[in-house]
């Protein structure tokens, strides 16, 4: 298909995004401020056997002392916007109390991308939780969401001159699996039960800060970021490899989002009314990385009696992190379409250190996002994941996600081929077929 630029009409061998579209990269605080040392998964990383290879975050990007740096360099990339976090841990170290000095620190780097014409979107919530938070039970805390509303307000009252696009939490359901299913983020473990809370909790957290954003700031935008994977039957003519993979596509992907739409959370073997949250998204963010092949395994009653592996010979990214299947991005669009919402694509990207699969990794997630805007999807931007390698959680180190790599070492930044490709999409507002 050819596309229509802002040239006088004259047709560009390319695929043209709408004007106003958001070019740009994510990130969040722990992965690149260094030293969030009054965090859960600070305190995760210093036990033995959490991290691949011993890894810490340490400094990470240091941007905590010198973000502006990156910022300058996604200036110069041609990116017009930045989604981030703010650290609840920072800004509210103990309860109640307030830290101004942190504060005037997330608003010097607010104000210096609006002023590199870097429009931010700004994560509450992006998989940490103040120690004082985590000991009285995290996601488990039965007045977590409260306390996380209060915490949403002040934000926007202290930044809301500077953004206006919020994101409550980040991937909240593969968060919460993460902590209480699989173990490979605090606490750790938990059970199906206390999975079920957590959920629970995450539904009413997000409702409260929707609304203390609003109260704070009525013209603010308020979404989440939901990690999107596609699950398809390993054997589509299995009923039960079907079953499980609708099951966990259920639960994975829609249950959440379905909570914020209706006031209802249906899956897990419950059913809870949560009316304020009925309503409460103004857009949806949309994170993709991958899919699964499901087959059904009796054995596997932590990932809902699936077992889950790539399609045999597709393309990988490194580190076992999964299938490269841009087909997918446009699967999970259509479906997000169905809510009615505008659309983020909040996080999309793979790890791959010596950038032989990016350039094209970019171009064809790309192509199948504009083929969903073709289809009627009110997709208002893309922010690859990331502009820099980031402390990668469990995987510390070892998986490299940036346009830009760097050595966590000795913090020198090396631009990757793909980050001038991104560059030219980003100053064009189109991609080259
Ligand atoms: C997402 C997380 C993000 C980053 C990427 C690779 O699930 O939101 O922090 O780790 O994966």
Do not use: K
């Not at 829609?254 to 103004?282: C, H, K, Y």
């Not at 596997?300 to 299938?323: H, I, K, M, Q, W």
């Not at 050595?407 to 560059?423: E, I, M, N």
């Amino acid at each position: 298909m050819q596309g229509f630029g802002a040239s006088g009409g004259r047709p560009s061998a390319g695929l043209t995004f709408p004007p106003g579209f958001l070019w740009g990269t994510a990130t969040s605080a722990h992965q690149v401020e260094g030293d969030n040392t009054n965090n859960d998964w600070w305190a995760w990383e210093h036990q033995a056997g959490r991290i691949a290879q011993g890894h810490r975050s340490g400094r990470a990007g240091d941007w905590w002392r010198a973000a502006e740096a990156d910022f300058d360099r996604m200036a110069a990339l041609h990116q017009n916007a930045h989604r981030l976090s703010v650290e609840w841990s920072r800004l509210e170290p103990q309860p109640g109390r307030w830290d101004e000095r942190a504060l005037r620190r997330y608003r010097e780097m607010l104000a210096g991308l609006r002023r590199r014409a870097i429009t931010p979107m700004i994560t509450l919530h992006h998989f940490t939780f103040p120690l004082w938070v985590a000991r009285r039970g995290g996601w488990l805390w039965n007045a977590f969401p409260g306390a996380f509303g209060r915490f949403a307000r002040r934000t926007v009252e202290a930044l809301g001159d500077l953004a206006d696009l919020w994101c409550t939490l980040n991937e909240p359901v593969a968060a919460i699996i993460s902590g209480y299913l699989i173990g490979r983020f605090p606490p750790g473990g938990g059970g199906l039960l206390r999975t079920r809370v957590a959920v629970v909790n995450a539904v009413r957290a997000h409702a409260a800060a929707y609304h203390a954003i609003h109260a704070a700031q009525p013209a603010a935008q308020v979404g989440i970021a939901a990690y999107l994977r596609v699950f398809d039957p390993a054997r589509p003519a299995s009923r039960l490899d079907r079953l499980v993979a609708g099951a966990q596509d259920r639960v994975v992907n829609w249950m959440f989002l379905d909570a914020l739409r209706d006031g209802v959370l249906r899956g897990l073997w419950q059913t809870v009314r949560i009316p304020e949250s009925a309503g409460s998204l103004d857009f949806i963010g949309v994170n993709y990385y991958t899919r699964d092949l499901v087959r059904f395994d009796p054995r596997a009653v932590r990932t809902l009696f699936g077992r889950n592996t790539p399609t045999p010979g597709a393309p990988l990214s490194d580190g076992g992190y999964g299938e490269i299947y841009p087909v997918g991005l446009f699967r999970v669009l259509e479906q997000v379409r169905a809510y009615g919402r505008p659309i983020y694509i909040t996080e999309n990207g793979l790890p791959d250190a010596d950038d032989d699969l990016r350039p094209a990794f970019l171009v064809s997630h790309l192509r199948e996002a504009w083929r969903a805007l073709q289809e009627g999807a009110d997709i208002r931007g893309y922010f690859h994941w990331s502009l820099i390698d980031n402390f990668e959680w469990a995987d510390g180190w070892t998986l490299r996600f940036g346009l830009i790599g760097m050595d966590p070492a000795t913090q020198v930044r090396t631009p990757r081929p793909s980050s001038a490709l991104y560059a030219e999409i980003c100053r064009t507002g189109s991609v080259m077929i």
